[in-house]
């Protein structure tokens, strides 16, 4: 996905809001801003927002002298999900389809994502995600909610590649992937997290501490950017995203990163900022799972035996 005009504005809200966390003087918070000021001129439109944004998180790093400056609050977020995990496990068994209720589960846990909302109570979040009346767990139009999809190909594949997104989210995923490996217990799984911090994204002690290693194998993508550049990824990572029979990608900025890469990918997010719902042509806060498979190659078609339709 291209960067899109609206998506300046949020790049300096980023910007202030981590250098805030940082803990350095206003000055420096100004300075901030003033390097992230001289580097919009020279960002080509074409590219997409998560690469944009690893040079305003370079920027960041290098004027703070701050490499991780959501560190506590990752960590804060993987206790405050984990604390949650028994009761998220109890909705799952107790649902009629449990792996749509793992799957809704799973997306629900994207709104954890401090790059889009800047500031975040996890712990009310969490109380949205588990109150019965919520709405924020629904089924969405089949036009954005390809389960049937989703269901098939996860029965015809063999290797799955589950792109991490955010820390806290990882125990929502582990909620997915336990059920997937519970009914399908042939299936390898591999879990891929960032090689190095970039706003909350996962890393490999998130996805550790979340319970994840368990039933998966967990590898770093080799980006710091927060969606999976496929340029800069590292060419073990390439290797297997090329050869996964499936490829599940968690958040938007895995969407932004990967919305038109030549492969078959299952896109797992919420819809919660204007110029991604404008994309998706779907509304603010939409449970989004999109099946993308333009430009499918042969190699893909015969390792699934045939498309999976919705």
Same mark, same amino acid.
């Given at each position: 996905m291209k960067t899109y005009l609206e998506c300046i504005p949020c790049f300096f809200k980023q910007a202030l809001e981590a250098a805030r966390l940082s803990g350095v003087s206003g000055k420096t918070q100004k300075k901030v801003l003033?390097?992230?000021?001289?580097?919009?001129?020279?960002?080509?439109?074409?590219?997409?927002?998560?690469?944009?944004?690893?040079?305003?998180?370079?920027?960041?790093?290098?004027?703070t002298g701050n490499g991780d400056p959501y560190l506590k609050i990752k960590e804060e977020s993987n206790k405050l999900a984990l604390s949650v995990y028994p009761r998220l496990k109890k909705?799952?068994?107790?649902?009629?389809?449990?792996?749509?209720?793992?799957?809704?589960?799973?997306?629900?846990?994207?709104?954890?994502?401090?790059?889009?909302?800047?500031?975040?109570?996890? &712990?009310?979040?969490?109380? =949205? /995600? !588990?109150?019965? #009346?919520? %709405?924020?767990?629904?089924?969405?139009? +089949?036009? *954005?909610?390809?389960?049937?999809?989703?269901?098939?190909?996860?029965?015809?594949?063999?290797?799955?590649?589950?792109?991490?997104?955010?820390?806290? &989210?990882?125990?929502?995923? =582990? /909620? !997915?992937?336990? #059920?997937? %490996?519970?009914?399908?217990?042939?299936? +390898?799984? *591999?879990?891929?997290?960032?090689?190095?911090?970039?706003?909350?994204?996962?890393?490999?002690?998130?996805?550790?501490?979340?319970?994840?290693?368990?039933?998966?194998?967990?590898?770093?993508?080799?980006?710091?950017?927060?969606?999976?550049?496929?340029?800069?990824?590292?060419?073990k990572f390439l290797k297997i995203f090329k050869r996964a029979d499936m490829v599940i990608s968690k958040g938007q900025g895995n969407f932004e990163a990967l919305s038109d890469c030549k492969r078959p990918v299952f896109f797992l997010f919420m819809a919660k900022c204007p110029v991604i719902a404008k994309d998706v042509k779907c509304g603010l806060g939409d449970v989004i799972l999109l099946y993308k498979n333009k430009r499918i190659k042969k190699e893909y078609r015969s390792r699934l035996n045939g498309s999976p339709g919705e």
């Open positions: 003033d390097e992230v000021a001289l580097c919009i001129p020279g960002f080509p439109f074409t590219s997409s927002p998560p690469e944009m944004a690893r040079i305003i998180y370079g920027v960041i790093k290098k004027t909705k799952v068994e107790h649902s009629r389809d449990s792996l749509l209720t793992a799957v809704e589960l799973a997306i629900a846990g994207n709104i954890i994502d401090y790059g889009v909302k800047n500031t975040l109570n996890v &712990e009310e979040e969490l109380k =949205r /995600i !588990l109150d019965k #009346e919520d %709405k924020v767990i629904r089924k969405e139009n +089949k036009s *954005i909610f390809n389960y049937k999809s989703f269901r098939s190909a996860l029965k015809r594949s063999n290797t799955i590649l589950y792109l991490a997104d955010n820390a806290g &989210e990882v125990v929502f995923d =582990r /909620i !997915l992937i336990e #059920e997937i %490996k519970e009914t399908h217990r042939d299936k +390898k799984i *591999i879990y891929a997290v960032k090689e190095k911090p970039v706003i909350n994204d996962a890393l490999r002690e998130d996805a550790v501490s979340a319970g994840i290693g368990e039933k998966t194998t967990i590898i770093s993508s080799g980006v710091d950017t927060p969606g999976t550049v496929l340029s800069l990824c590292s060419k």
